[in-house]
């Protein structure tokens, strides 16, 4: 008689692998439990007055401090309405919530990023905002957290999520601890052959700059607290077009390309 072993493989909705961080000032705490205590579903324990505590359960990035996470066995996907959440130890003290805040970013490849853009004053589009509940965290409905559409940004998929402590950046109660990303849409397995960026630009941080794309449609630049600081419409029959920038801004900045192509490109003066 020959015994068959079958091995089941399954995927899961939880984040799988941290394949890179960076600790800022205040860090440590978590430390010795990463990268298990930000992989796999949120501390199932937390409720809104009682969130998640234990360094088996949380990451401190520290001050600026940031930290990559994988999908290696699922992608987040876009179908309509929230398709990812980000869950922090916010904490319901009866006369608010007491929130500590990173910056999300979002990656097919782990090289180009995107970043949801945020609120200035409300901080809505940072993680960090909304308390854990303890039900079902891939029910955004239920889940609590702070919850991010792929759609917003015209992506289709990803399998980077990047956290990036506010520091100065936002008036919130500290230092970001992470617990866990959990996909809400996803597919098993991984997407293939990561789309290459369609377009490559000179530096912006000259008077003018060069974008070389066979694409039509609009290009925005967006600042990283989300403001739009510019927009060219891009056609005609050149591939090769010369822009006008000397009205941006300095820092950091983003472009978009129409709304469904993935080219985010953050380029620091
Ligand atoms: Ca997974
Ligand atoms: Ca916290
Ligand atoms: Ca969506
Ligand atoms: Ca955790």
């Known amino acids: ?113 995107l970043q949801f853009p945020w609120n200035t004053e409300t901080l809505e589009g940072l993680a960090g905002l909304m308390p854990t509940t303890g039900e079902d965290p891939t029910n955004p409905a239920v889940s609590g957290g702070d919850q991010f559409d792929l759609g917003d940004l015209g992506l289709e998929w990803v399998r980077f999520v990047r956290l990036t402590d506010c520091g100065d950046a936002v008036t919130d109660g500290g230092l970001f601890d992470l617990d866990a990303v959990a996909a809400v849409n996803w597919s098993t397995g991984i997407q293939g052959e990561t789309t290459p960026p369609s377009v490559s630009m000179t530096s912006p941080f000259h008077s003018s700059f060069i974008l070389s794309t066979e694409e039509t449609g609009t290009l925005s630049c967006y600042t990283i607290d989300g403001r739009m600081a510019g927009q060219w419409q891009i056609g005609g029959q050149s591939t090769s077009h010369t822009l006008s920038a000397d009205f941006l801004p300095t820092g950091v900045l983003f472009f978009v390309l129409n709304e469904s192509t993935f080219s985010g490109v953050r380029l620091l003066q």
């Open 1 to 113: 008689m020959i015994a068959l072993l079958i091995l089941c493989i399954t995927a899961d909705p939880w984040a799988d692998a941290s394949p890179a961080v960076w600790y800022g000032p205040g860090a440590g705490y978590g430390q010795a439990y990463y990268p298990e205590n930000i992989l796999g579903p949120p501390d199932p324990e937390a409720t809104p007055t009682a969130p998640s505590v234990g360094e088996n359960n949380l990451l401190t990035l520290g001050e600026n401090g940031w930290v990559v996470l994988e999908f290696t066995d699922n992608s987040i996907i876009n179908e309509p309405g929230v398709d990812f959440t980000v869950f922090e130890n916010v904490m319901d003290t009866g006369s608010g919530y007491f929130q500590e805040c990173a910056f999300v970013e979002v990656s097919q490849d782990g090289l180009y990023w």
